[in-house]
Every structure is written in C-alpha cells, then in structure tokens.
C-alpha cells in the first residue's frame, strides 16, 4: 500500500473504531453485556495501528475476522434486544397491509421485467 492508502485506511479503521465504542458506552449503560465487542474494538485498534499494512494477506485476514466478528456480534445483540416472540411478523393470512400493498405489487412487477 502506498503511504496515502496506508493514512486513509488508518483514517476508516479509527472512523469505525469510535463508533464501536460509542456503541459500546450506550450497550454499557442500558445494562447489555459488552465483553465481546470490547475485543472487535481491539482489533480494530490493530488494524488502525497500520502494523499488518505491510503484509497484504495479514490485513486481509485481520479485516476479514472484524468484519465477521462484527457482523456476529451484531446478529447476537439483535436477537438478544428482540422480544423473544417467534411469531411471524405478517399475519396469519401472510396479507400485506393496504398502506404497501402498492409498493410491493410494483416490487414484483420490477422483478418481472425484462433486462
């Protein structure tokens, strides 16, 4: 990578990092354990450290392991914040409501169409 790449890599990596943690401080107070997303932000903290932008496959494996980390940890938070209902979010007829019964007839028709 060249130093521009490498800064502004820098720049994304710290850019995510701080909003990481924001989120953390705001799960840390509604009472939400943060013990796993306190080690995707040190990883990240590794990646905005630029030590692994010399080895191209070390960065990518770094940034592969974040990215699905968080990705995890996010399916994990949303399933813990959910009600615990199962129940499906249509009603029992599957009927759209009126209000976007419209929009997806259109969505389908779109889908129909020809390229």
């Known amino acids: 990578l060249s130093p521009d790449e490498q800064r502004q890599l820098e720049r994304e990596y710290r850019a995510r ?3 990481a943690e924001a989120l953390r401080r705001e ?9 796993s997303l306190q080690q995707w932000i040190a990883r990240l903290q590794e990646l905005e450290r630029g030590r692994s932008f010399d080895d191209p496959e070390e960065l990518a494996r770094l940034h592969a392991a974040v ?5 995890a940890y996010e399916f ?4 813990a914040l959910e009600s615990g209902d199962d ?3 249509l009603d029992a007829r599957g009927e759209v409501p009126p209000g976007f019964k419209a929009l997806v007839e259109e969505y389908y028709k779109s889908l129909a169409r020809p390229r």
């Open 17 to 19: 990092r701080l909003d």
């Open 27 to 35: 799960l840390r107070q509604s009472g939400a354990d943060v013990e």
């Open 67 to 71: 990215v699905e980390g968080m990705k």
């Open 76 to 79: 994990a938070l949303r399933r």
């Open 87 to 89: 129940r499906p979010l």
